[in-house]
T-cell receptor
Framework: DGGITQSPKYLFRKEGQNVTLSCEQN?????MYWYRQDPGQGLRLIYY???????QKGDIAEGYSVSREKKESFPLTVTSAQKNPTAFYLC????????????FGSGTQLSVL | AQSVAQPEDQVNVAEGNPLTVKCTYS??????LFWYVQYPNRGLQFLLK??????LVKGSYGFEAEFNKSQTSFHLKKPSALVSDSALYFC????????????FGAGTQVVVTP
């Protein structure tokens, strides 16, 4: 069953703690993305990667870090520098061909304890 | 710079009536336009896109959208709404001259009542 898998579904962070959100895809897509969703604000781009071992900052990258060591994996780390991390995080992927649609995972809800 | 606006936070419609969700955009080059739908606690699902060609685009679940270049709009429509269409709808735009970054609107909550 092809698609994007995000885990965990729910995650809780203690103050000062770094947490990592997992995103795995088996669609053989080159490009992967991380979005943050807050109520009433739509989706905001955190980081994106067009190819393995390369990634670019999006609109709200501060307090976040990513890696792209494998084509199928694009984990997001929410660091302690992110002071307002409570949000719904969405991972997406797309073929790197232009004009293509994004395929989204089911999301991770991150909350602060 | 690219931007997209969805002027309505919520649209209420009775089942069986026509549904319209509004979207306007701004890009410097040719627009690539998309509509996505989100059900509670889920990721977004693609509905339809406009890249080039016919201004009326047909998509999934009976939805369609009309590209209007002069009004810079890309409104989503469905002739007869279903209760199951109740969800959060997002319009998105990308400048066709650049790759990667898709700009999403704030979303419009659609509520279809029986």
């Amino acid at each position: 069953d092809g698609g994007i898998t995000q885990s965990p579904k729910y995650l809780f962070r203690k103050e000062g703690q770094n947490v990592t959100l997992s995103c795995e895809q088996n669609l053989n897509h080159d490009a992967m993305y991380w979005y943050r969703q807050d109520p009433g604000q739509g989706l905001r781009l955190i980081y994106y990667s067009q190819i393995v071992n390369d990634f670019q900052k999006g609109d709200i990258a501060e307090g976040y870090s990513v890696s792209r060591e494998k084509k199928e994996s694009f984990p997001l780390t929410v660091t302690s520098a992110q002071k307002n991390p409570t949000a719904f995080y969405l991972c997406a992927s797309s073929p790197r061909t232009g004009g293509e649609k994004l395929f989204f995972g089911s999301g991770t809800q991150l909350s602060v304890l | 710079a690219q931007s997209v606006a969805q002027p309505e936070d919520q649209v209420n419609v009775a089942e069986g009536n026509p549904l319209t969700v509004k979207c306007t955009y701004s890009v410097s080059g040719n627009p690539y336009l998309f509509w996505y739908v989100q059900y509670p606690n889920r990721g977004l699902q693609f509905l339809l896109k406009y890249i080039t060609g016919d201004n009326l685009v047909k998509g999934s679940y009976g939805f369609e959208a009309e590209f209007n270049k002069s009004q810079t709009s890309f409104h989503l429509k469905k002739p007869s709404a279903l209760v199951s269409d109740s969800a959060l709808y997002f319009c998105a735009v990308r400048d066709g001259g650049s790759w990667g970054k898709l700009q999403f609107g704030a979303g419009t909550q659609v509520v279809v009542t029986p």
